[in-house]
């Protein structure tokens, strides 16, 4: 009878138990492990890239897959944590509205047109997002695009009243807490339990978007006066970074990020700087342009009383030899005694930005724009005349270097790579000092550019529209780039704090989207 | 005797129960209830599906028998590597079965059957991890066969007919992993044909050397389901000519696979019946489930299968109680025709381990209740969806995987009528 009972009760459970249930469940938390670290309540600081920024645009699906959403996705899985909430603007337009009124363009979509396919705004839907329509916080995802450092701990940078003035961030606008309450202030309101800082990028990049026209404050100290296109000075960048560290580090655990070497996206990969593709008609036509030049510029010096070998080394920079196939672009530089021209032809490791004028260049921008008159002069020149000091202009003002603005010259390279490496350099002192994690995004990206990364599907590299990791900004990543970055990001926590968080699956994260509503 | 046959039954349930691919063994509640046996049973009409050879040996004029199971099967999937888990939210099915034979004369039964062997439905939470590969998916087929039972002596029989099927499929899922529209809903295609109507046919022979003992043999051919002009239904297409997507009709074929049966049945008093079948299942013609679309600018779809044949081995056993009721128990094994590499989650079946019980009671001479129950338990299968390349060079999808574990609770009721 006792055994009568015992099968009873099997045939109970065997029915009960009919739900099928996994030796290792991951339900039942018999998989992961939170270690030392508390994810119960995950705050995200940081600028586009911790937004989901993407496309050109803050839009819903972005922030769905930014890479905080994604690492609050994983951390969910570990322990029980609270809902992780983000800022969702109101459509996938990514364009704002203050006051009805447009103020940030619409995302970028690829569409195929006449030559194949290619980032356009998309124009499918007006956009619906309005800064002044406060949301109701706290939210977790603290991302604000645009911000620079400093930004963080600035007060009124959430002011709706300051967006209009350019003053404050629409972004934070949207969701701060109070007109004057600043990003950090409402992080950690929040008292995060973990957190994540990913900030500095755009106290270089905004320099290196707008083609280095900005300076590189080295002295200046009063983050104030800063216009947008300045890298910020290391020394303030330190202090500040500082500062946002030691707050988060004082009651939360967490990770910092390092800032990628800008100049490895592909906003300054894909124009090549030798993109002047010649006939070899058209290179002999340029060689003996720029012999004319070259050769005129001498007679000038000499002229003006220059000895004659100083003339000759000072015009031979000009006399530039030009082959059949790609040639490199010539650009602008500033009139100096060395280059009284004010051009010159661009080196090898020089960029050029990805809005630069396409058009322009395939009609003579970065090269010569041949005119009648240019040719009349070369013609004079070739007949053993002299030209007249007007024709002189006219030969010498057919050089069209390439504008500052669309170009990283040499200099300008040199002071993202010296900020870069001084940004980083403290990001990484902190983490040790704070005993945070350090995540090398740097190391990463420059790894997507040089080879790729791999996944179960295929691999991701930094190619634009096609390598599958940056958006068509050309700046920030697609869902797949952002999952690359949530996996870095768990790989650190997880040496870090002694976890396991699970990994994001990259292959299952979307790249650029398609749209023919385009204009 | 009886208590410890009611123990050795709740020791049976207390264990482990399903088919391998889309074969759904419930044709019959007698010969479910020991074990889906039955090939060398003489019970009831469910000889009609069994062995039709046997259904001139019963001993009534007229048998008739129905009945109905509710399938309740669950999946639950998990990847520790990315931290996922998914269960499935099934429909409850319910496959039947309807048998009628009459006695023209001593030597020939004729005989009708309608029933139910292949069918699936599994339905995941959409746009789930594997959703590349299913979102959901139903499957049925209704065979409807006429009979003929004919004695060729005393204790050899033979028998079989013509099978007519009417099947339907209703298949979804994503393009890829990845694919949608501007407002990031997911790029699907539904493929529904239905009224599909394909012809086979069954016979088996059953031979009794000594009274106590039957041998039967039965064969049921391959019927391949071919869809003609069926609807593909393409979702949140991204407004694109890179994705040409747009609903069109489509061509498939999708096999129901020959099955073989062999089994003895021995009677040892007039209690106890045991019994012993052995099927194979000949699921090798299940290479690969492609899809043809009629639009020629829609690439074609290929989900390789590369199923092999599969083999069940049944045991069941009766207990004979009283006039009034008879007790059934049964157990089989239940191999998966699915492969290492091609464990698809549309079919998540591996090898299970299944049993059985159930009871008849005779609630007039002419009429019997018969119930059965099915549990089938599947081992945890770490298992992956990654065709060989070199088998399956179309194929493009990513490779899938993770811990499965199903299992399935079939309980089963049934009305027996002999006069």
Same mark, same amino acid.
């Given at each position: 009878?006792?055994?009568?009972?015992?099968?009873?009760?099997?045939?109970?459970?065997?029915?009960?138990?009919?739900?099928?249930?996994?030796?290792?469940?991951?339900?039942?938390?018999?998989?992961?492990?939170?270690?030392?670290?508390?994810?119960?309540?995950?705050?995200?600081?940081?600028?586009?890239?911790?937004?989901?920024?993407?496309?050109?645009?803050?839009?819903?699906?972005?922030?769905?897959?930014?890479?905080?959403?994604?690492?609050?996705?994983?951390?969910?899985?570990?322990?029980?944590?609270?809902?992780?909430?983000?800022?969702?603007?109101?459509?996938?337009?990514?364009?704002?509205?203050?006051?009805?009124?447009?103020?940030?363009?619409?995302?970028?979509?690829?569409?195929?047109?006449?030559?194949?396919?290619?980032?356009?705004?998309?124009?499918?839907?007006?956009?619906?997002?309005?800064?002044?329509?406060?949301?109701?916080?706290?939210?977790?995802?603290?991302?604000?695009?645009?911000?620079?450092?400093?930004?963080?701990?600035?007060?009124?940078?959430?002011?709706?009243?300051?967006?209009?003035?350019?003053?404050?961030?629409?972004?934070?606008?949207?969701?701060?807490?109070?007109?004057?309450?600043?990003?950090?202030?409402?992080?950690?309101?929040?008292?995060?339990?973990?957190?994540?800082?990913?900030?500095?990028?755009?106290?270089?990049?905004?320099?290196?978007?707008?083609?280095?026209?900005?300076?590189?404050?080295?002295?200046?100290?009063?983050?104030?006066?800063?216009?947008?296109?300045?890298?910020?000075?290391?020394?303030?960048?330190?202090?500040?970074?500082?500062?946002?560290?030691?707050?988060?580090?004082?009651?939360?655990?967490?990770?910092?990020?390092?800032?990628?070497?800008?100049?490895s996206v592909p906003f300054f990969t894909t124009v090549p700087n030798n993109a002047l593709a010649l006939d070899a008609a058209t290179a002999t036509q340029l060689t003996q342009y720029f012999q004319a030049v070259s050769g005129v510029l001498t007679q000038v010096l000499i002229g003006q009383g220059v000895p004659a070998p100083q003339a000759q080394a000072l015009a031979g920079q000009y006399a530039i030899t030009f082959n059949e196939g790609p040639n490199r672009f010539l650009i602008d530089t500033p009139v100096t005694q060395t280059n009284p021209l004010g051009f010159r032809q661009m080196t090898e490791e020089e960029l050029l930005v990805l809005t630069i004028d396409q058009g322009a260049l395939a009609s003579g921008y970065g090269s010569v724009q041949f005119t009648q008159a240019v040719g009349e002069v070369i013609a004079v020149l070739q007949a053993g005349g002299m030209p007249t000091e007007a024709q002189v202009n006219t030969l010498f003002g057919a050089v069209s270097g390439i504008d500052d603005k669309d170009v990283l010259d040499s200099e300008e390279l040199a002071n993202i790579k010296d900020a870069t490496t001084k940004f980083n350099n403290s990001i990484q002192t902190y983490a040790d000092q704070f005993g945070l994690g350090y995540v090398d995004a740097n190391a990463l990206l420059t790894q997507l550019d040089n080879g790729g990364i791999s996944f179960d599907g295929g691999s991701v590299n930094s190619n634009f529209v096609t390598g599958g990791a940056f958006s068509l900004d050309g700046v920030h990543l697609t869902p797949r780039g952002y999952a690359i970055i949530a996996n870095a990001i768990i790989d650190e926590i997880n040496a870090t704090y002694g976890s396991n968080v699970p990994k994001a699956n990259v292959g299952a994260y979307g790249t650029v989207t398609l749209s023919q509503d385009v204009q | 005797m009886k208590r410890l046959f009611l123990l050795s039954l709740f020791m049976l349930a207390a264990a482990t129960t399903y088919a391998g691919g889309y074969r759904v063994s419930l044709q019959g509640q007698r010969g479910l209830a020991m074990g889906h046996t039955g090939v060398a049973v003489v019970n009831n009409a469910e000889l009609a599906f069994f062995n039709p050879a046997g259904l001139v040996f019963l001993e009534n004029k007229i048998n008739a028998s129905v009945g109905v199971s509710a399938v309740f099967s669950d999946v639950v999937w998990q990847n520790d590597e990315f931290g996922q888990v998914e269960r499935t939210d099934s429909p409850v099915g319910t496959p039947f079965y309807a048998y009628f034979s009459y006695k023209l004369n001593d030597r020939l039964?004729?005989?009708?059957?309608?029933?139910?062997?292949?069918?699936?439905?599994?339905?995941?939470?959409?746009?789930?991890?594997?959703?590349?590969?299913?979102?959901?998916?139903?499957?049925?087929?209704?065979?409807?066969?006429?009979?003929?039972?004919?004695?060729?002596?005393?204790?050899?029989?033979?028998?079989?007919?013509?099978?007519?099927?009417?099947?339907?499929?209703?298949?979804?899922?994503?393009?890829?992993?990845?694919?949608?529209?501007?407002?990031?809903?997911?790029?699907?295609v539904t493929i529904d044909a239905s009224n599909v109507s394909a012809f086979g046919w069954s016979a088996g022979a059953m031979w009794s050397p000594v009274d106590?003992?039957?041998?039967?043999?039965?064969?049921?051919? &391959?019927?391949?389901?071919? !869809?003609? %002009?069926?609807?593909?239904? +393409?979702?949140? $297409?991204? @407004? =694109?000519?890179?994705?040409? #997507?747009?609903?069109?009709?489509?061509?498939?074929?999708?096999?129901?696979?020959?099955?073989?049966?062999?089994?003895?049945?021995?009677?040892?008093? &007039?209690?106890?019946?045991? !019994?012993? %079948?052995?099927?194979?299942? +000949?699921?090798? $013609?299940? @290479? =690969?489930?492609?899809?043809? #679309?009629?639009?020629?600018?829609?690439?074609?779809?290929?989900?390789?299968?590369?199923?092999?044949?599969?083999?069940?081995?049944?045991?069941?056993?009766?207990?004979?109680?009283?006039?009034?009721?008879?007790?059934?128990?049964?157990?089989?094994?239940?191999? =998966?025709?699915?492969?290492?590499?091609?464990?698809?989650?549309e079919t998540p079946r591996n090898d299970s381990n299944n049993f059985t019980g159930g009871l008849s009671i005779n609630v007039t001479d002419n009429v019997a209740i018969d119930a059965a129950f099915l549990y089938s338990r599947f081992k945890e299968i770490d298992a992956t969806y990654s065709p060989d390349p070199s088998e399956f060079p179309d194929y493009e999808g990513a490779p899938f995987g993770g811990t499965y574990k199903s299992s399935a609770f079939v309980p089963g009721l049934g009305v027996t009528i002999k006069i």
């Open positions: 009878m006792k055994n009568y009972f015992k099968y009873m009760a099997i045939l109970a459970l065997g029915i009960v138990s009919c739900e099928p249930e996994l030796e290792n469940s991951i339900e039942d938390g018999d998989v992961y492990t939170n270690g030392e670290a508390d994810f119960s309540n995950y705050v995200a600081l940081g600028n586009s890239l911790t937004a989901g920024y993407a496309d050109g645009g803050l839009y819903v699906t972005g922030q769905q897959n930014s890479f905080p959403n994604i690492l609050a996705e994983k951390f969910s899985m570990v322990q029980e944590t609270g809902e992780f909430l983000q800022p969702l603007v109101n459509d996938n337009t990514g364009g704002l509205l203050l006051g009805g009124n447009q103020i940030t363009q619409n995302r970028f979509v690829l569409a195929v047109g006449a030559n194949g396919p290619s980032p356009a705004r998309y124009t499918g839907a007006q956009p619906t997002t309005e800064v002044s329509n406060k949301l109701s916080g706290p939210f977790n995802n603290m991302g604000v695009p645009g911000a620079k450092s400093y930004h963080l701990g600035a007060p009124n940078y959430g002011s709706v009243a300051g967006v209009a003035a350019g003053t404050a961030n629409p972004y934070f606008a949207r969701f701060s807490s109070s007109e004057s309450a600043t990003v950090l202030q409402d992080a950690l309101a929040q008292d995060p339990t973990f957190f994540t800082l990913w900030i500095g990028n755009n106290d270089v990049l905004g320099y290196a978007t707008s083609g280095g026209v900005g300076e590189y404050q080295e002295t200046e100290t009063n983050p104030a006066l800063y216009a947008d296109g300045d890298i910020t000075n290391p020394v303030i960048f330190n202090a500040v970074y500082g500062q946002l560290a030691s707050s988060l580090a004082e009651t939360a655990d967490g990770v910092l990020i390092n800032i990628p070497d800008v100049t | 039964s004729l005989g009708l059957a309608a029933y139910t062997p292949y069918g699936s439905a599994v339905e995941w939470d959409k746009d789930w991890a594997g959703s590349h590969l299913v979102n959901d998916i139903e499957l049925a087929a209704i065979y409807v066969q006429a009979l003929a039972s004919f004695k060729i002596t005393d204790n050899l029989a033979v028998g079989g007919g013509p099978i007519y099927v009417s099947g339907s499929v209703n298949f979804n899922r994503n393009l890829d992993r990845t694919l949608s529209d501007f407002e990031g809903n997911r790029t699907n106590s003992l039957r041998i039967g043999v039965n064969y049921r051919s &391959e019927i391949l389901v071919e !869809a003609e %002009d069926g609807d593909a239904d +393409f979702e949140n $297409v991204p @407004n =694109s000519p890179l994705t040409p #997507f747009s609903d069109t009709q489509f061509d498939a074929t999708l096999p129901l696979p020959a099955e073989l049966s062999i089994g003895v049945s021995y009677q040892l008093n &007039e209690q106890w019946l045991f !019994a012993f %079948d052995y099927n194979r299942t +000949f699921w090798d $013609v299940y @290479n =690969s489930l492609d899809v043809d #679309f009629a639009n020629p600018n829609i690439p074609d779809s290929f989900n390789p299968r590369a199923y092999e044949d599969s083999n069940n081995y049944r045991f069941g056993v009766q207990y004979t109680a009283n006039e009034t009721f008879t007790l059934r128990a049964g157990y089989y094994f239940d191999g =998966s025709p699915v492969q290492d590499g091609y464990f698809a989650p």
